[in-house]
């Protein structure tokens, strides 16, 4: 619901555009320049949609909270690459108005301006599509991505200066770089609150081969399990960037904790953190949460490290003493994977609703289930599959084809329930 709310919202933002344009647009004189004037209705459109870019990445938690930060992602690189799109049309019609009517192509500053605030945009675009395949550190991606904080006030200067004062657009245009002034200061701001308000690490432990968990003290932040948080370390005086963790913990618990597994170049120095160092942490975010739902029987399908979300879920029902009926199944390639292993025993052994299967894809010596952990399985163990809430954390390949084989199974989409945070 409060997707469609959002989405509204900018159509109606889409159609309040064309009707500043319309209301500013010399249809008299339509058939000369109509090569300029609708080169102005695609730039509008475009640097709406690119201010859209930063509001769905700017972390606003009333319109994330029932939305989720992984559509808002996905919305955030549609509207860029349409918005980017609308750029370049624009672009293309006013040269080759300017070359029609004047014979000339690029004659002023603010020309040049705009024209370098496109460039801009197209060079951050392919990067942010490439970045991963071209093997650019995220570091250095995320700071290269920022330059587009400078480069949308240089396309509003362009536009300022090619627009007549007092008409339709330019007040548009007013109002334009008034909202994305607010939302640079609700950045700085909530920045601010975040380097405020630091935690402790008060516990490094290693979980598994590869995985580690740090338990953080300090402000108390209200979320449900299953969540995500942002976080920075300060360590030996060096900060990182921000990097997205589930909260493996519950918050019937004192402590926020992360499980990262090493995967990359941040997460391989986990291990380093020393009880002592600090933490920079955004929360809560995400609502990939069995709370948000209303289904007694859940179903939640682990792969690898994707077993945190559900540790936090499983957490909570444990020390709440929820009559919830849970059937967990996590696929592995080996045991060396299996952190958290003593606890999950336990808790199926307390809890009379819960079932644990234990999945490995790659260790024949393994006395349970082996292999490929797909909709059959699922079906052998579940019986039934109606009047369950399915819940899938782990590898995109993972996840994409346990969704497809389960709506073949008629599980109902409503059902479904994933949260694939990729940056």
């Not at 045991?335 to 003593?342: D, P």
């Not at 025993?345 to 393994?366: A, R």
């Not at 996840?399 to 945070?421: D, G, W």
Request: hydrophobic residues 50%; proline residues 3%.
């Amino acid at each position: 619901m409060k997707a469609r709310l959002v989405l509204t919202a900018v159509l109606f933002l889409l159609l309040l555009t064309l009707i500043f344009w319309v209301w500013g647009t010399d249809f008299g004189t339509f058939g000369v320049d109509y090569l300029r004037q609708i080169g102005l209705l695609f730039a509008a459109f475009g640097l709406v949609l690119i201010f859209l870019q930063y509001v769905f990445v700017s972390r606003i938690k009333f319109i994330e909270a029932g939305i989720g930060l992984d559509r808002m992602l996905r919305w955030h690189r549609i509207m860029g690459r349409v918005g980017l799109a609308g750029l370049t049309v624009h672009a293309v019609l006013i040269v080759l108005y300017r070359f029609t009517v004047f014979g000339e192509l690029f004659p002023t500053t603010f020309i040049w301006i705009g024209l370098i605030a496109l460039f801009g945009f197209m060079v951050t675009a392919s990067l942010a599509s490439l970045y991963k395949t071209i093997g650019i550190a995220y570091e250095i991606w995320r700071n290269i991505h920022l330059l587009n904080y400078v480069l949308f006030p240089l396309a509003l200067v362009h536009v300022f200066y090619h627009t007549v004062s007092g008409s339709a657009l330019f007040y548009f245009w007013i109002l334009l770089a008034v909202l994305y002034a607010a939302l640079i200061i609700y950045r700085l701001l909530r920045i601010n609150n975040i380097k405020s308000n630091p935690y402790d690490i008060v516990e490094v432990r290693q979980e598994a081969k590869d995985i580690w968990s740090l338990d953080f003290s300090g402000k108390k932040v209200d979320f449900k399990p299953g969540q995500f948080m942002f976080i920075q370390l300060l360590r030996n005086g060096h900060l990182s960037s921000s990097h997205p963790f589930t909260i493996s913990n519950s918050p019937t618990r004192d402590r926020l904790s992360i499980t990262p597994k090493k995967l990359g170049d941040f997460t391989s120095t986990i291990k380093d953190t020393k009880v002592g160092d600090k933490a920079f942490i955004d929360a809560p975010y995400g609502v990939f949460s069995f709370l948000n739902y209303k289904h007694e029987e859940l179903v939640f399908i682990a792969g690898g490290i994707g077993i945190t979300p559900f540790i936090s879920m499983l957490r909570y029902i444990y020390d709440q003493q929820l009559s919830k009926q849970v059937t967990l199944f996590w696929t592995n390639r080996d045991e060396s994977n299996l952190c958290f292993r003593e606890e999950l025993e336990q808790m199926e052994e307390e809890m009379e609703n819960l079932k644990v299967i234990l999945v490995m894809s790659d260790h024949p010596e393994w006395p349970g289930e082996k292999g490929r952990l797909g909709g059959d399985m699922i079906m052998s163990y579940l019986g039934s599959l109606d009047r369950k809430d399915f819940f899938i954390c782990g590898p995109q390949a993972l996840t994409a084809s346990l969704k497809i084989e389960l709506k073949e199974l008629e599980v109902p989409p409503s059902r479904i329930h994933s949260e694939l945070f990729q940056l």
